[in-house]
């Protein structure tokens, strides 16, 4: 009973919040989105979905990270068109041992197509599993007492899946150097400050061993805190150890600025992680985020909303997938020419 008064009263603070904070962001909206998409077709739609994130969360706060990766996985391969979710794809629910151990959780994509089946019965199949992600990543950072922001909404799903060497070239390793990781932000159209913003992404959630082994074996990278590396160790005896470590050691479950307060204590967990406070052109950035929250959270927000357009199918391009795991009419292999064009035409009357 308790809890169902505190989702009702979340959801109220929530609603209270989105009308304070519409309207305020100052990067643009691609065309084909809005943020009134759904208003009048499916209502109900983002407080469908915070609850039952809320309830999920309620169980274990650390699917929140699942679910604010996936979102950054399917936005920087292809673009937000939910590719990643689709069963074949190279950091699809079917390969996810795939190099560089790209690890997305499980229950991340199960998490999403239950989202799809309530938000599919309620309003029926008219809302995009690339939006589902979308709205996903933005409760992560929300319930996590992270910042609130509105998004827009709009995207379609695509019918196909990114190849591995596209997934590979788009994804930045955690090997990466400040160079390397301008580069690649850059080649998205984002900034410098939006790679630092969107690195403290990294204030919630886990790494594997194999992220980050080749810090401590078979030499140690002098940049880490020693205590901060003997601890390591321990939870990764060996460069193959299959173990995994809390991303920001000072409060994991949180969306708070304390990423770069680890930071600048060289108790970052990756080489993309530290070489943003060793770098003189990020440094100034992950101080002026330690000391001031609301400024790391103004620029993420900024970022997300950057990062949550990037390539998006709107209009009549790609599909509304009735499971996020498969392309609709997967099935249909020698009719699937036949199949398309039908679909078009019932898109096209929207
Ligand atoms: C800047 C380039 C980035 C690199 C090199 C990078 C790399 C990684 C790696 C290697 C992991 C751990 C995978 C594992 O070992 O299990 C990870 C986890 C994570 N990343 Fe990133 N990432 C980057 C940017 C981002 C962005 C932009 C976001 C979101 C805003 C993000 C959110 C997360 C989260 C939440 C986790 C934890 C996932 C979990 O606990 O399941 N990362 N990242
Ligand atoms: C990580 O990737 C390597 C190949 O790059 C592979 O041998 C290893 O099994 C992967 N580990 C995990 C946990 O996926
Ligand atoms: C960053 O990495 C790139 C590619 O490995 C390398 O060429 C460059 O020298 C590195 N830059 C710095 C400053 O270490
Ligand atoms: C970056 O911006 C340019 C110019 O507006 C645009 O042509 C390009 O498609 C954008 N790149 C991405 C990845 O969005
Ligand atoms: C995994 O890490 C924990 C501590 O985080 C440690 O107690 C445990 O021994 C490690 N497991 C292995 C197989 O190394
Ligand atoms: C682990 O370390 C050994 C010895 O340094 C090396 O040969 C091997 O390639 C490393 N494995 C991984 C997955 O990094
Ligand atoms: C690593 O361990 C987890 C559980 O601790 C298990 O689910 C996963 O399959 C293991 N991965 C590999 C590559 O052995
Ligand atoms: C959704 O698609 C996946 C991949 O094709 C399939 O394994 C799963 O059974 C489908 N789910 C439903 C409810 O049809």
């Keep these: 009973m308790a809890s169902h008064n505190l989702v009702f009263c979340l959801i109220l603070i929530s609603s209270l919040l989105v009308i304070i904070s519409e309207g305020q962001s100052t990067v643009p909206v691609v065309p084909g989105l809005s943020y009134s998409f759904y208003y009048s077709s499916c209502p109900e739609l983002e407080i469908i979905v915070r609850s039952h994130l809320w309830e999920v969360f309620n169980n274990d706060i650390t699917q929140a990270a699942g679910l604010l990766r996936l979102h950054f996985h399917d936005c920087f391969v292809q673009g ?60 992560s950072v929300f319930l996590p007492n992270g910042p609130y922001y509105s998004i827009p909404l709009g995207r379609r799903d695509s019918v196909n899946f990114a190849t591995r060497p596209v997934t590979l070239a788009n994804l930045p390793p955690p090997t990466f150097n400040t160079t390397s990781l301008i580069n690649a932000f850059a080649a998205k159209n984002l900034t410098t400050t939006d790679l630092v913003a969107l690195s403290g992404g990294h204030t919630i959630g886990r790494g594997h ?26 939870t990764c005896p060996t460069n193959t ?23 600048m204590n060289r108790q970052g967990l990756f080489t993309s ?21 609301n400024l790391f959270f103004e620029k993420f927000v900024e970022g997300m909303l950057k990062m949550g357009q990037l390539g998006v199918l709107t209009g009549t391009q790609g599909e509304i997938r009735t499971n996020c795991s498969a392309r609709n009419g997967n099935n249909v292999d020698l009719a699937s020419v036949v199949g398309e064009h039908q679909e078009q035409e019932m898109l096209s009357q929207y």
């Design 209 to 234: 061993c194999t992220s980050f082994a080749d810090r401590l074996y078979p030499t140690q990278d002098p940049t880490m805190d020693q205590t901060f590396v003997k601890n390591l160790k321990l």
């Design 241 to 263: 150890t299959n173990n995994s470590t809390n991303l920001d050691i000072r409060s994991p479950n949180l969306f708070d600025n304390k990423y770069y307060v680890d930071l």
């Design 273 to 293: 992680d530290q070489d943003l406070y060793t770098d003189s052109r990020t440094r100034n950035i992950v101080l002026d985020f330690s000391i001031n929250q």
């Design 80 to 139: 937000c068109d939910g590719s990643v979710l689709l069963d074949g794809s190279t950091s699809g629910p079917s390969e996810q041992d795939a190099p560089p151990n790209l690890t997305l959780r499980s229950a991340a994509f199960t998490i999403i197509d239950d989202l799809r089946a309530l938000v599919h019965g309620a309003c029926g199949s008219i809302v995009s599993c690339a939006d589902i992600v979308a709205l996903a990543a933005r409760e």
